[in-house]
């Protein structure tokens, strides 16, 4: 990986750290941490279905799984939250594996795999609804104690800006994989398991790497998103909303790229809350704009968002055809 492959991710990183310099309001910049929330449980989506082809409909089980982590060692524990945060994304990392191990090794894949996810997700929200340990039905409240060594801050930029530096690491993180030749096993893998196998890949092996670093890079954000809203229960952490919105926004943005889940997610909540203000903020019609949304990009823009800014800017790249010479005239 070259300092050029990290230019446009210096630059787009940069220009959103500047965001919280002109915008004060609390409102727009809950909106934003929101977004960027969303984008890395995406992102974390995307380097196992976009790169890796392995669909997932449960990765609610990952977000979850670190959420309530890190919110039981800092509520029943006392675990520093820095500490319980590196713990969460472990432990999501350790149900990725143990998902993957069983659902691969057993030779599933596309909707079966899809489905057991669904599955898995489904079993840990009934589980976490009814022990003591998660709160059950009352869910877990992180008690409110605002100092930097809580990881809770008394301004909304501060945020902002450890949401985007997560979101910055994993840009980087997806850009590296790109590059190496793990992500051309992924990419391998995705396109056709038998060729890749007979080409001596490790199927399983790339895919359990695959889905341990996305359930990692999910339950990331599952931890921020404990820490930020300081509450959690078993419907808001291993609910259907985020696996959802985790395959949408890679599938708006641009699957299998780096920046599509953070187009897509911006893409996603911006026209949502549009719509929610024109509207008086009428109920269900953000699932309604991520309905037509889906079935406006998947007909005309496959390849998402930035697949069609890439076909873009091909077209205003691509020379002129040079003119033809005129004919010549007898005399």
Sequence with gaps: MTPRDLLPIAVVVGLLALVPLGVTANTVLNFLVFTLIIALAAQGW??????????SFGHAAFFGTGAYATAILQVSHGLNP???FLVGIAAGALVGLAIGYLSFRSGLRG?????VTLAFAEVLRILANSFAVTGGAAGKLIKLDVRPENFQFESRAVFYWAALALVAAVLVLTRAIERSRFGAHLVAVRENEAAARALGVDVLAVKLKAITLSAAVTAAAGCFYAQYFLYLDANIAYG???S???LLAPIIG?????FGPLVGAVALHGLSELTKGWTGGLPGIDLVIFGVLLIV???FAPTGAMGLLRRLTGRLKRPAPAARPAPEVAP
Aim: avoid cysteine; proline fraction near 3%.
């Design 244 to 246: 959802v919105e985790a």
């Design 297 to 299: 990009m998947v007909a």
């Design 254 to 258: 641009g699957l299998g790229t780096v």
């Design 46 to 55: 995307n380097l196992l279905a976009g790169y890796g082809g392995q669909f």
């Design 240 to 242: 259907p909303w985020i």
């Design 82 to 84: 820095y500490l319980g």
């Design 111 to 115: 909707s079966y795999f899809a489905l």
